[in-house]
């Protein structure tokens, strides 16, 4: 039996909010693939509130710890 490997989704918007539980993928590609989708759905989700956080950022780990991809966000109000 072949072992699929857990990553982490983490956020920080104004705090950290780190995942404690974890999500299994096949492959560290279909990680990458999900922190795309899950950045736009919590991004959409946020919607107007996304401006009271000077940054939003996302990054992922893998069951070590290592950050295997990051993703970042941040607004600017002229």
Known sequence: MTRVPRYFFHVHDSVDIIDQEGTEFPSLEEARGEAVVTAGEILREA?????????WRMWVTDEAGKTVCAIKFSGERP
Do not use: L, N
């Open 47 to 55: 919607g107007r509130k996304f401006w009271k956080s000077p940054e």
